[in-house]
């Protein structure tokens, strides 16, 4: 079983900055690609940046140049520093990772229960 707990979510004006965590647990043997993906009320879920386990990362053309994702492999934990936010960053925000439990299981999909960041003008 593996678990992926986010935190860091809240309240922040315009402007500010915000540094998500996601931290897997579990029966982990590696941790391919990790991915922050957010949800606002009434629109679908979007990819919001993603980062292999090489380190090689990909941002929505919306957060470039103000979001980074990184990761520590040691730690199971990948971060989202936020900054320069904007009332549209609003949203729910979804940790999701592929993950292999055993040297001989294939990667499962998992997904956190979701913080949320709240940016108000």
């Known amino acids: 079983q593996v678990q992926l707990v986010e935190s860091g979510g809240g309240l922040v004006q315009a402007g500010g900055s915000l540094r998500l965590s996601c931290t897997a647990s579990?029966?982990?043997?590696?941790?391919?690609?990790v991915g922050w993906y957010r949800q606002a009320p009434g629109k679908q879920r979007e990819l919001v940046a993603k980062?292999?386990?090489?380190?090689?990362?990909n941002y929505a053309d919306s957060v470039k140049g103000r979001f980074t994702i990184t990761r520590e492999n040691t730690k199971n934990t990948v971060w989202l520093q936020m900054n320069s936010l904007k009332p549209e960053d609003t949203a729910v925000y979804y940790c999701?990772?592929?993950?292999?439990?055993?040297?001989?299981?294939?990667?499962?999909?998992?997904w956190g229960q979701g913080t949320q960041v709240t940016v108000s003008s």
């Open positions: 579990g029966s982990i043997f590696s941790i391919n690609a």
């Open positions: 980062i292999t386990s090489g380190g090689v990362t």
């Open positions: 999701n990772a592929d993950v292999k439990t055993s040297r001989w299981a294939n990667y499962g999909n998992y």
